[in-house]
Nanobody, 118 residues
Framework: QVLLVESGGGSVQPGGSLRLSCAVS????????KAWYFQTPENERELVAH?????STHYADSVKGRFTISGDNAKMYLQMNSLKPEDTGVYYC??????????????WGQGTRVIVSS
């Protein structure tokens, strides 16, 4: 069982920064796809950023130029700069193992809350 444990959320003022972390038990494989999602206070879920199994990064238009997804052999990260009130929500890390196979498997973090307000 792959466990994902998130940390780094908190409350910041507009324009501030946060760095979210997601520790992956057993490490991250080179073939894993990785992503960050979030839910707004209105309960709308959105894909924020992801890295394909081939290593390509993709971002939602709303966060391009402000957020950066990255990782090492044990953790995923989401660097969040120039935060806006509309970035407020619960952020979830996601890892897909077995990409390109008939039975890929999804693993999720527990969520970490980000609040951006004056």
């Amino acid at each position: 069982q792959v466990l994902l444990v998130e940390s780094g959320g908190g409350s910041v003022q507009p324009g501030g920064s946060l760095r979210l972390s997601c520790a992956v038990s057993g490490g991250i494989f080179g073939s894993d796809a990785k992503a960050w999602y979030f839910q707004t206070p209105e309960n709308e879920r959105e894909l924020v950023a992801h890295i394909t199994s081939g290593g390509s990064t993709h971002y939602a238009d709303s966060v391009k130029g402000r957020f950066t997804i990255s990782g090492d052999n044990a953790k995923m990260y989401l660097q969040m700069n120039s935060l806006k009130p509309e970035d407020t929500g619960v952020y979830y890390c996601n890892l897909v193992r077995g990409t390109g196979t008939a039975q890929p498997r999804d693993y999720w973090g527990q969520g970490t809350r980000v609040i951006v307000s004056s």
